[in-house]
């Protein structure tokens, strides 16, 4: 009999391991991915980036993965979540520029009602500071999504 019940409770733990795994590709599927062209290059998180198309997916709440579509360089970028909002049916990036200067500073991925958002870094708040002085603003610039097929 206590073989049956450990056979039992084996084949238990088998399902659930697979039932597991079964839900990973809808998890993934919801998290989403944005592709957008960039025709700037632009900052984030103390990294540079040049122009380019980027495929941008989120590998948990505070990480993303930021790839180049063409050169294939992957770079991680720390993020908060933020939002609870309307859910976006677009993708967007959305930076900050001072004059020449781009910072990335929203990530809204397509279908969701939250968004990531980069702490500014201490060089883009002296950038700031010197676009306040020197009496031009910054202004929000945005990248839209590509469409997923």
Same mark, same amino acid.
């Given at each position: 009999?206590?073989? %049956?019940?450990?056979?039992?409770?084996? #084949?238990?733990?088998?399902?659930?391991?697979?039932?597991?795994?079964? !839900?990973?590709?809808?998890?993934?599927?919801?998290?989403?991915?944005?592709?957008?062209?960039?025709?700037?290059?632009?900052?984030?998180?103390? $990294? $540079?980036?040049?122009?380019?198309?980027?495929?941008?997916?989120?590998? &948990?709440?505070?990480? !993303?993965?930021?790839?180049?579509?063409?050169?294939?360089?992957?770079?991680?970028?720390?993020?908060?979540?933020?939002?609870?909002?309307?859910?976006?049916?677009?993708?967007?990036?959305?930076?900050?520029?001072?004059? &020449?200067?781009?910072?990335?500073?929203?990530?809204?991925?397509?279908?969701?009602?939250? #968004?990531?958002?980069?702490?500014?870094?201490?060089?883009?708040?002296?950038?700031?500071?010197?676009?306040?002085?020197?009496?031009?603003?910054?202004?929000?610039?945005?990248? !839209?999504? %590509?469409?997923?097929?």
């Amino acid at each position: 009999m206590s073989q %049956i019940s450990t056979l039992g409770r084996f #084949f238990l733990s088998l399902s659930l391991v697979a039932g597991s795994f079964a !839900l990973t590709p809808n998890v993934q599927a919801q998290q989403g991915t944005i592709t957008a062209v960039v025709p700037f290059a632009f900052s984030a998180n103390d $990294q $540079q980036f040049d122009a380019g198309q980027y495929e941008i997916r989120p590998l &948990n709440a505070f990480e !993303l993965l930021v790839s180049n579509v063409t050169t294939h360089q992957n770079k991680l970028l720390p993020v908060s979540a933020m939002g609870l909002m309307k859910i976006q049916p677009n993708g967007r990036l959305l930076f900050h520029r001072y004059s &020449n200067e781009h910072y990335l500073y929203q990530v809204w991925m397509p279908g969701r009602s939250e #968004f990531s958002e980069l702490r500014p870094t201490r060089r883009e708040q002296q950038t700031m500071i010197a676009a306040k002085s020197a009496s031009s603003s910054g202004n929000a610039v945005e990248a !839209l999504a %590509i469409p997923t097929r």
